[in-house]
């Protein structure tokens, strides 16, 4: 079974613009997580969806946007670019998001701000 | 707020029994996670704790004590392969979010 992939593996971006980021979960997954990590902040909460419904949303600011769509794939989205979005983009799958604990992480997004 | 808490670094020598603790304060939870990260890579779901007591995986095992708010993750029979960092987990009541610790760096020494 496939693994979790995100695309693109890196990106630069400059300030001010705007960046989507994508996430196909395994097979059958239906929740599907994104953290940021960097290392002063370590791994941080960003949002999950299941079904295409967003159900928590971490403590970023409204620039931080996402969507999932019906083939459980899922986009992130960030606006108005800033040097402190810089930092490593982790999507997480997993069967049903509550009652099943394991969480399988994709590579990530590498995205570098300039 | 919630918080995990973890040591930032710990070395130990290879074939050694290290201990990873991760001392949390959040209201409830459903369980304790841990993941491994090597350095460039995703991280890797290791072991749960959804009740207190001890969990065994092999080399590794985790362990959980909801009144003293405290888990530890114990990774027996150190090998090389075991250097990365280390993350404690927990999905708050009511919520479908992940609450991260703050990581530990192992470095196994040969």
């Known amino acids: 079974k496939a693994g979790v992939t995100q695309t693109p593996r890196y990106l630069i971006k400059t300030r001010g613009q705007q960046v989507t980021l994508s996430c196909s979960p395994i097979s059958g997954h239906r929740s599907v997580s994104w953290y940021q990590q960097t290392p002063g902040q370590g791994l941080q909460f960003l949002f999950e969806y299941f079904s295409e419904t967003q159900r928590n949303k971490g403590n970023f600011p409204g620039r931080f946007s996402g969507r999932q769509f019906s083939n459980s794939r899922s986009e992130m989205n960030v606006s108005t670019l800033e040097l402190g979005d810089s930092a490593l983009y982790l999507c997480?799958?997993?069967?049903?998001?509550?009652?099943?604990?394991?969480?399988?992480f994709g590579p990530g997004t590498r995205l570098t701000v300039t | 707020g919630q918080s995990l808490e973890q040591p930032s670094e710990v070395t130990a020598v290879e074939g050694a029994i290290v201990q990873i603790n991760c001392t949390y304060q959040?209201?409830?939870?459903?369980?304790l996670s841990w993941y491994q990260q090597h350095d460039g890579g995703a991280p890797t779901f290791l072991s749960y704790n959804a009740l207190d007591g001890l969990e065994e995986t092999g080399r590794f095992s985790s362990f959980l004590s909801r009144s003293d708010s405290y888990g530890y993750l114990l990774l027996q029979e150190l090998q090389m392969k075991d250097s990365a960092s280390y993350f404690c987990a927990v999905r708050p009541v009511g919520t479908y979010k992940y609450i991260f610790g703050t990581g530990t760096r192992l470095k196994v020494l040969a």
């Open positions: 997480a799958s997993s069967l049903e998001g509550g009652a099943s604990y394991e969480q399988y």
């Open positions: 959040t209201s409830g939870f459903y369980g």
